[in-house]
């Protein structure tokens, strides 16, 4: 499987605060980038997905790839207490590689 | 969006035996599903992929004998743990890839809800 990297934190973020998630990835000719949000006990939840160079906006989320550092990010804005989870990053061929997610703790 | 359902969500047994974990898409046809592991804590581990009709293919160190997985229809994949100890305790996730989907991986892949198995 293709090696995704993140932080696991946990990042603790004020209620309000953004929250800023990075992830890295070995292949560099993978094409497609994913995030998840996976509560606990939960499966995950596609949040983002991301092709091409640059930033890609959805509401208080936007996703960032940069695909000449491999490098891919997350940042959720105005973070509220239901944005408590583990966000995990995935890349994909044909199938998903995931990695081993970020905890997130938005303090109220 | 499109849902995968997924049964049962939770299965304790005793170990030695085996336990069977279906995987339906409700809406759409699935050529493709794919069978994750997940232990606390940890994150998601691809087991196997799943195709209808043919033989499902295991990623290295899945042991194909003790996780058996058919996929006799479009809409339905099922992972049978044989045997199962302790150890195999874990939560189980399926993904469903919608049908026919844009190479490379689309959007169009759906979790189920995951099974919690706990063998004591």
């Known amino acids: 499987q293709k090696e995704v990297e993140q932080n696991s934190g946990p990042l603790s973020v004020p209620e309000g605060a953004i929250a800023s998630l990075n992830c890295t990835y070995s292949d560099r000719g993978s094409q497609s980038f994913f995030w998840y949000r996976q509560y606990s006990g939960k499966s995950p939840e596609l949040i983002m997905f991301i092709y091409s160079n640059g930033d890609k906006e959805d509401g208080r989320f936007t996703a960032q790839l940069n695909k000449a550092s491999q490098y891919v990010s997350l940042l959720i804005r105005d973070s509220q207490p239901s944005d408590s989870a583990t966000y995990l990053c995935a890349v994909a061929d044909y199938k998903l590689s995931f990695g081993a997610g970020t905890t997130v703790t938005v303090r109220a | 969006g499109a849902v995968v359902s997924q049964h049962p969500s939770w299965v304790i047994c005793k170990s030695g035996t085996s336990v069977k974990i279906e995987c339906r898409s409700l809406?759409?046809?699935?050529?493709?599903m794919f069978w994750y592991r997940q232990f606390p804590k940890q994150s998601l581990m691809l087991m196997a992929t799943s195709n209808e009709g043919s033989k499902a293919t295991y990623e290295q160190g899945v042991e194909k004998d003790k996780f058996l997985i058919n996929h006799a229809s479009l809409t339905l994949s099922t992972l049978t743990v044989t045997s199962a100890h302790p150890e195999d305790s874990s939560f189980y996730i399926c993904s469903a890839l919608l049908a026919p989907h844009k190479g490379p991986y689309s959007t169009e892949a759906f979790f189920g809800q995951g099974t919690r198995l706990t063998v004591v």
């Open positions: 809406d759409f046809q699935a050529t493709t």
